[in-house]
């Protein structure tokens, strides 16, 4: 985990930062596989406020997906982690990568951290296993559309948590993501720049180093940052290009046939939802109103 270079580059951002008067928060990828109570009262005052972990599945699966580098599993490790150090866990994002063997692992997971009252703090959501950086079987990845249909199906079970917004609500966006974003990048272990984290490693991709002068790779940079999507026609003319801005641009540039937005294969589905999200919290604000008038003519 190497987090002693965690701690002291945060406190060094944080310092930088109260000093200028910004405001600094912190998310952490990790397996958890080391996230002991011990490590957990270390991050206190780090400013931390997200963890993201994954999960493959339940037992079985996941330690079949990610096991130790000498063989064994991870999952009741991981497991016994969140359960020791519940109290001092930030909110965990937990991450469930999915392939066509494991479309039923979000559930099993949704419903084990509901049995052992941990919803609270740890979130399950859906990630896409993809074979385009070569790390994954292109025979067992889901296309876009039927991922689209796993997150929603997904969200479907889980919503009753939701009681502030509907489901999956599209909003307008500048950007697909950071790779596309001015002010994004992804800094690896050398000091190298990239535009996206599924580059890092590569030469060709690299755009610059904070430690030291090199090559910049401006036709990469550029690639990712001057796209226009009304340029397409395939994307000028959808209907959903306002909430997708030409879907990830990494894909893009590595010309995925499979790069739309999930919105495309779920738009009907999630404004249908929507609409009757807010037609009840509408009829139960009249209620309430109504009950509130009747109360006061009683009461006169």
């Not at 399950?124 to 993809?130: A, E, I, R, T």
């Not at 009753?160 to 993501?177: D, E, F, G, I, V």
């Not at 919105?263 to 939802?273: N, S, V, W």
């Amino acid at each position: 985990m190497a987090f002693d270079v965690v701690e002291s580059l945060s406190k060094r951002f944080i310092n930088i930062c109260t000093q200028n008067n910004v405001n600094y928060t912190a998310m952490m990828v990790t397996n958890g596989y080391m996230l002991t109570p011990e490590l957990l009262k270390r991050m206190e005052g780090l400013h931390i406020a997200t963890l993201q972990i994954t999960l493959d599945g339940m037992q079985s699966e996941h330690d079949r997906m990610r096991p130790l580098r000498g063989g064994g599993g991870t999952f009741e490790t991981i497991i016994n982690n969140l359960k020791n150090g519940y109290d001092l866990l930030p909110f965990v994002s937990l991450r469930v990568n999915i392939d066509k063997d494991n479309l039923q692992a979000g559930d099993s997971i949704y419903r084990f951290l509901q049995d052992n009252q941990m919803l609270e703090k740890v979130r399950p959501y859906f990630g896409k296993l993809m074979s385009e950086a070569g790390t994954h079987d292109s025979s067992r990845c889901l296309n876009m559309c039927d991922f689209s249909e796993a997150i929603y199906d997904f969200l479907s079970l889980t919503s009753s948590c939701n009681q502030h917004s509907p489901t999956m609500y599209p909003q307008l966006r500048a950007a697909a993501c950071g790779a596309d974003s001015v002010s994004s990048y992804v800094i690896d272990a050398e000091g190298f720049l990239y535009k996206c984290w599924c580059d890092i490693g590569r030469d060709d991709s690299k755009v610059g180093n904070i430690i030291s002068e090199c090559t910049i790779n401006n036709t990469r940079l550029l690639d990712y940052m001057l796209y226009d999507p009304t340029m397409n026609s395939t994307c000028r003319d959808c209907n959903v290009l306002p909430i997708c801005m030409g879907g990830c641009p990494y894909k893009r540039l590595a010309d995925s046939d499979d790069n739309c937005t999930s919105y495309k294969y779920i738009l009907q589905k999630c404004l249908t939802d929507a609409t009757s999200f807010f037609k009840e919290k509408r009829d139960h604000s009249c209620e309430s109103s109504a009950c509130s008038s009747t109360c006061k003519i009683v009461s006169k």
